[in-house]
Structure formats: C-alpha cells, structure tokens
C-alpha cells in the first residue's frame, strides 16, 4: 500500500520564477493538505482541498495557490518566488480531512 | 485560535531510562492531539493521538501519552529509551468546536530534539 508520494524531492529556482509541487495521496484518502516547514521550525498550514475546492486557508499570500485533481492528487503552485519562500514543502493526506493526517517525504525548495 | 508550545527545545536522555517530550496546547473547544517524529531530510511520521476516552494513549515503537486537560498538557512518554528514538518530535493540535466542526489545520509546536545517548 502506496503511501503519500511527492514530487520533486529536490528543485532549485531563482527569485522571480514559478514553481509546481505535486502530491499523491494515501489509497483510500480524498483530503490533501498542504504545510510548509522553514529550517528549524514546526510545519505551518498553507491550505486544504477536498472535493477538488480549497476548504481551508492559513496565514498565505495570494502567491501560493492549489488544486486538487478528480482522482484526489494535488498540486501547490508558488508565483514571484521570494527568498523566504525557501523551505520544506510537505503534503499530508486524510479522509474528509478529519482524524490522522498522515505526510508524505516532502520537496525542498531552495530559491536563490 | 489553537496554538502549542514545547518548551524544550532538546531532551537529552541516556538508552534505557525514561524519556518525556514535553507539550502544552491552546484552545478554545476541545481538542484533537497529534505527536509526529520527523527523522533527518524525512517527512512526519505519525506516532499517536487523542481524540476522545482514555486520557492515557499508546502508539507506534512503543510510546505513549496522557492527555491532561486541567493543564492542558499532553507530553510524550517511553518507558525506555532507544538509541534510534533520536529524531525531531512535534506535537500538533486541532480545534473541535462542541457542535463537533471546527478547524482542519493542524497546528504544529516548534519541535523538540530528543537525543538518546549509548
């Protein structure tokens, strides 16, 4: 059984630039949920799809932007990449978003 | 809003005694309770959780916790420690309204290094 699964694992951009993450879901999970994780700190919450629409938002600019797919899986997208946004992206998936989140490995992001 | 606190940033501990991971929550309903051990350039591991019943909970390699709701506390526990229970420790929280809805993030403590020493 397929746990939560990422892409990339690793990607470098530039200031300025775009970037896409993707996340697969747990088998028999509908609810992606979306954290970042700055060097030394707790993961903090981005935002949460379900039923393909954004059901929750944290304390994030209008840059950082989703979607979720019909067979569940999600993308994040970041535009005009800053510097700060540099950090450990990581997808946790559940059912109907309630209950045990459970995390995939995570792309780290480096923005130069 | 919710919000957690672990107040060490590191626990050190020699293998085979005792170790507790320290962790306080805020609220304003009632709360779900979450410990995650993340292990270096590794994503969370869920290890246990509180959702309602025994406020004393057991988890995955042997961990547990008691959920402590007049001190608002629910710290990490092991009878023994490991070697390979070094690793970083988050404790998280959701808020769960009476009428059972409420908030779906999970809100994160800082995390806690918990080094065993051989």
């Known amino acids: 059984d397929a746990g939560v699964t990422q892409s990339p694992t690793h990607l470098i951009k530039t200031r300025g630039q775009q970037v896409t993450l993707r996340c697969s879901p747990k088998s028999g999970h509908d609810t992606v949920s979306w954290y970042q994780q700055a060097l030394g700190q707790g993961p903090q919450f981005i935002f949460q799809?379900?039923?393909?629409?954004?059901?929750q938002r944290g304390n994030f600019p209008d840059r950082f932007s989703g979607h979720q797919f019909p067979n569940y899986s999600s993308e994040l997208n970041v535009n005009a990449l800053l510097l700060g946004d540099s950090a450990l992206y990581l997808c946790?998936?559940?059912?109907?978003?309630?209950?045990?989140?459970?995390f995939g490995p995570g792309t780290r992001l480096l923005v130069l | 809003a919710q919000s957690v606190a672990q107040p060490e940033d590191q626990v050190n501990v020699a293998e085979g005694n005792p170790l507790t991971v320290k962790c306080t929550y805020s609220v304003s309903g009632n709360p779900y309770l979450f410990w995650y051990v993340q292990y270096p350039n590794r994503g969370l591991q869920f290890l246990l959780k509180y959702i309602t019943g025994d406020n004393l909970v057991k988890g995955s390699y042997g961990f547990e916790a008691e959920f402590n709701k007049s001190q608002t506390s629910f710290h990490l526990k092991k009878p023994s420690a490991l070697v390979s229970d070094s690793a970083l420790y988050f404790c998280a929280v959701r808020d769960i309204n009476f009428s059972g809805a409420g908030s779906y993030q999970l809100t994160f403590g800082k995390g806690t290094k918990l080094s065993v020493i051989p």
């Open positions: 946790a998936s559940s059912v109907r978003g309630w209950e045990t989140q459970y």
């Open positions: 799809y379900y039923e393909e629409e954004e059901r």
